[in-house]
């Protein structure tokens, strides 16, 4: 009985152990990163930077590294704002089943063995990678309690993710890069803006400035429109041949335009409703959206 009981009890530890290292380093959001990492590795090798297994899998052990180390360093600084907000209060550190030494142990482990992995790729890999993390951590973090411009802020290390896998290819940041940056760039707002709306009475309790005017308005759901306007206008710059290497074709730029189009409709559902349901659709709908934009520019790739 006493074994059996022991045995019990550590499974039961292990799997709080996993279930918590998931939670600290918020596993689903990292996985959804690191795809955009990975499609931008598929965009950028070819004859001359061919295709290596060993990049892509420290590509993939690398990003998620780096994106649980500014997950699991954030979680540190903000346990005590994280204890106000339900979304976030069952949290490890602010639930108090993980101690905040604990949680800096292991984002500064992954902060050294994804820079690490990522070095092994090239040194431009590893700097991106190091300045996703002081962005996030040192910079956007802070400024939530602040000011609304934290969005603005963390559209850099948030845009990062998808040129990453370009660099990582290629060994070099250029226009495709810099392109690939830009469309993560003007996605991050509304998808941003979308969730500090439909969460945006959670996030007050902790005093987070998420929304551009800081309110649930009309000049908020506004420039939701205005972002996602650029963002289609980003996406199509591939087309137009003016940026190196990255081009996608007439028929891929329509698939992209109506990509488009139908985020637009759902930005423009919220300027309309204003409710925290058309907010969660909107942020639903951006989650498809790059996702399936990011599989058109490689299946096109490969089809041309």
């Known amino acids: 009985m006493k074994t059996a009981l022991n045995t019990t009890s550590n499974t039961f530890s292990l799997k709080t152990i996993f279930l918590d290292f998931k939670e600290i380093t918020k596993a689903g959001l990292a996985i959804s990163v690191l795809f955009s990492s ?24 690398g990003g998620y ?6 997950n699991a360093f954030n979680q540190v600084i903000e346990k005590d704002l994280d204890a106000l907000m339900n979304r976030t209060k069952n949290r490890p550190v602010p639930a108090g089943r993980m101690s ?15 820079i690490g992995l990522l070095y ?11 300045i996703s993390i002081f962005l996030y951590t040192s910079v956007y973090t802070p400024l939530k ?16 993710p998808f040129m990453l896998g370009w660099v990582a290819a290629t060994g070099d940041f250029g226009i495709e890069a810099g392109t690939l940056f830009l469309i993560q760039f003007f996605w991050q707002f ?25 309110k649930k308005d009309k000049g908020t759901a506004l420039q939701v429109i205005l972002y996602t306007v650029w963002l289609i206008i980003a996406s199509l710059l591939p087309s137009l041949g003016y940026t190196g290497k990255l081009f996608i074709s007439p028929i891929a730029a329509v698939l ?7 985020m637009l409709y759902y930005a423009v559902q919220l300027y309309k409703l204003r409710s925290a ?28």
């Open 38 to 61: 990975i499609a931008g590795y598929f965009l950028g090798f070819d004859e001359k930077h061919p295709f290596q297994w060993s990049v892509l899998i420290m590509l993939a052990i």
């Open 190 to 214: 509304p998808h941003f803006w979308a969730i500090g709306w439909f969460l945006y009475e959670d996030y007050e309790r902790a005093g987070f400035f998420m929304l551009p005017t800081g």
């Open 277 to 304: 349901k058309a907010a969660r659709t909107l942020m639903l709908i951006s989650v498809s959206y790059i996702t399936l934009l990011q599989f058109v520019y490689i299946i096109d790739k490969f089809l041309r």
């Open 145 to 160: 309690t602040v000011t609304s411009l934290s969005v603005f802020v963390g559209a850099f290390p948030g845009a990062i």
């Open 256 to 262: 992209v335009f109506l990509l488009g189009l139908w």
């Open 65 to 70: 590294c780096m994106v649980g180390a500014s």
């Open 100 to 114: 905040p030494s604990t949680a800096l142990l292991i984002a500064s482990l992954l902060t050294i063995i994804g």
């Open 120 to 130: 092994m790729i090239n040194p431009k890999t590893a700097m991106f990678g190091a």
